[in-house]
């Protein structure tokens, strides 16, 4: 049989009741599954549209007709049902026992009918994004509208899962995030405060969620052992609130990996009510919803214990006619029930929350892409018989970076996998370009070595000052590859100065205090290694380290020096550091003097600083370090000590073995065999 033609407005069967309606935009889903974009036919370049040419757009409504048009069939044998006149006295009724295996068998049909549909197809903006990695970015929502859409919640117990990346963590950090959304505070560190409170007939709670953890170490258990450093970087980030609160709600997971999911998957099922995906835009919610999503679970009852005894229930005569009420009621239609014919007759378009999809036991997972701004709307899925539902909310703005990028490379400054770190070595006067200049990175303090180790996807130029300088304001041409965009080179602009202010001498110096070895303390040290990670918003840090003589570190001699900007330059002077003022050392006038006449500008610092250059000044942040580096060598010694020495080589051992016999039997004195 012919399928029928997707644009016919006549039903499949001729016979059958007349369903007439005006196009097949009726027929299309209300919103699309990929982006959450509500169903619309006019604007071709905005999300949600959906061309009936592409050819699993006609698949799906030819099936929604003739899934349409079973239904009328349906109804119209339960209507001629209801018109017949009741069964006679002697006929048995339906029994509890019936209706128990009706029930029973009622989602498996569910789930083979699921199974037979045809999937929903994304709209042509996540068809385009999915196959060839083209797309334009829709409109980022604001923390108010988030808020407000929060409040839209149909449900008394909601948890937002507050996403975090790990690449530039803790950068997608929102700030005064429960202020911001109204949420329940977090709980403070006395043993006294209350686990949780309702608001407003409300209980809204939130936890921490750090994705993409692999791109942290290569192991499962190195990031277990990360989680204090994890928790104590977070605390430095909630600032002042964050010292005196218990972080018992943070969880480091790995969607690509599986590492921590399964738990926290868990964690979704058994809160149920409403579950909230809520971060920047590229942080990983969508990926992590596929992942944490309880696909496949349901909560109706199919064996067990309860089940049997409802079976033990239909062999007693006294349950018959409590069985014929029930199914009397089950047939009797209700006049309040909405008509399947009408889509939106219950969607209110002043409302910030769409409709949710209808529920499945395997759903279509929201698209994941690289672009910023993918979900354009919030995608509500309902699981559990609707135990719960999980909500995946648009991403906030998170920075504009890629715009100074080319286009055909800003894929590229997402990390997707972890970067195996290599370190530069960078004297005075030296610099360290990211992307052809899209980041420069320039050590202050003279006659020190400073030690960077990228963990960036974009590649890293060493060079010195000079050039740096030439190849970021686009003045000079050079044979370093780039990916900044032309005429972005006017607005590059200094970022800040930024101090190795955390202590590494104890991880950074060997054997030298290592227990095992020579075990020295480091106070005995004549020498110290200080330390910071640079983050670099949305793309990934940059490990910093400098080791000075603990002589010139206690006496304040570690004066840096930064070139003085032009005088015709718009740029503005960074910000002084807040450390304490060094100790004036032997020497200082001479070579402030020296440096003076070179034009270059003497700051003070009681910790080695670096100089950042990005555009506009920003998208730089700091952190205390991770010392990832450092868990990137101690897996690569793991893995070549598994290597055990080889299997001794066979070769000539049988001729060796015969010769070896022959010379026994000849001292033994007799002849060899």
């Known amino acids: 049989m012919a399928p029928a033609d997707p644009q016919a407005t006549t039903p499949i069967d001729t016979d059958a009741p007349a369903v007439k309606f005006s196009d097949d935009f009726v027929f299309l889903p209300l919103s699309c599954p990929g982006c959450g974009a509500l169903t619309q036919t006019s604007e071709p370049t905005e999300a949600g549209f959906y061309a009936t040419e592409r050819h699993a757009v006609r698949t799906f409504i030819r099936r929604s007709k003739r899934r349409r048009y079973e ?16 069964k006679e006295a002697g006929q048995d009724s339906p029994s509890p026992g019936s209706m128990l295996k009706r029930s029973e068998s009622e989602p498996a049909k569910a789930s083979v009918k699921s199974s037979e549909e045809a999937q929903t197809p994304f709209c042509d903006r996540c068809h385009q994004l999915l196959h060839h990695h083209t797309g334009v970015s829709v409109i980022h929502p604001t923390v108010e509208a988030i808020h407000d859409t929060l409040l839209e919640s149909p449900h008394k117990y909601n948890h937002v899962y507050h996403v975090l990346d790990a690449a530039d963590f803790p950068m997608s950090l929102i700030p005064s995030v429960h202020r911001m959304l109204d949420l329940v505070r977090q709980r403070s560190q006395n043993r006294r405060s209350k686990i949780g409170r309702f608001r407003r007939g409300r209980k809204d709670e939130m936890s921490f969620v750090i994705t993409r953890s692999d791109l942290l170490a290569p192991k499962k258990e190195q990031i277990d052992s990360l989680m204090p450093y994890l928790m104590e970087v977070l605390r430095d980030a909630l600032g002042r609130t964050g010292k005196s609160v218990r972080l018992g709600n943070v969880r480091c997971v790995s969607a690509k990996r599986g590492w921590w999911t399964k738990q926290l998957k868990d964690d979704v099922w058994s809160r149920g009510g409403g579950g909230w995906m809520v971060g920047k835009v590229n942080v990983g919610k969508s990926r992590l919803f596929e992942n944490i999503f309880p696909k496949g679970r349901t909560d109706v009852v199919t064996h067990g214990p309860q089940a049997d005894i409802m079976r033990s229930a239909s062999r007693h005569d006294e349950t018959r006619l409590l069985g014929d009420e029930l199914l009397r009621e089950e047939l009797t239609p209700t006049e309040e029930e909405p008509q399947a014919d009408d889509q939106g007759a219950e969607f209110d378009t002043d409302s910030l929350l769409p409709p949710m999809q209808p529920e499945r036991l395997y759903p279509v997972m929201p698209l994941v892409s690289s672009l910023p701004g993918t979900t354009a709307s919030p995608i509500r899925l309902s699981y559990g018989n ?13 920075g504009e970076l890629e715009q100074y990028v080319q286009e055909e490379h800003r894929r590229e400054l997402v990390m997707r996998s972890r970067v195996k770190p290599v370190q530069e070595s960078l004297k005075y006067g030296k610099s360290l370009l990211f992307g052809g200049g899209l980041v420069r990175i320039t050590p202050l303090v003279p006659g020190h070595v400073l030690l960077a180790c990228s963990f960036m996807p974009i590649r890293a130029h060493c060079t010195s000052n000079e050039k740096a300088v030439g190849i970021q304001t686009q003045e000079r041409e050079s044979g370093v590859p780039t990916i900044v965009l032309p005429g972005a080179g006017d607005k590059m602009r200094s970022a800040g100065v930024f101090e190795l202010r955390w202590d590494v001498t104890k991880l950074r110096s060997g054997p030298l205090t290592r227990k095992a070895a020579v075990g020295l303390k480091v106070d005995r040290l004549p020498f110290r290694v200080f330390a910071t990670d640079i983050l670099i918003e949305g793309c990934g840090w940059v490990e910093l380290a400098m080791q000075v003589r603990t002589r010139d570190f206690e006496q304040g001699r570690l004066s840096t020096r930064r070139s003085a900007p032009p005088a015709d330059s718009e740029q503005e002077t960074p910000p002084k550091l807040t450390s304490s003022s060094a100790v004036d050392a032997p020497g200082a006038e001479a070579s402030d003097e020296k440096a003076a006449d070179a034009g270059d500008e003497i700051i003070e610092s009681h910790y ?28 690569e010694g793991a893995k070549k000590e598994k290597h055990v020495r080889p299997r001794r080589s066979m070769k000539g051992a049988k001729k060796q073995m015969k010769t070896a016999k022959r010379a026994a039997a000849s001292a033994a004195g007799q002849p060899a065999a």
């Open 608 to 635: 080695p600083a670096v100089e950042i250059f990005t555009p506009e000044g920003r998208f730089v942040g700091q952190r205390r370090p991770m010392n990832a580096y450092i868990l990137a060598t101690e897996f």
């Open 386 to 398: 609707g135990r719960g539902e999980l909500v995946d909310l648009p991403g906030l703005a998170r």
């Open 71 to 86: 239904e009328e069939e349906e109804e119209e044998e339960e209507r001629l049902q209801l018109a017949t006149p009741p």
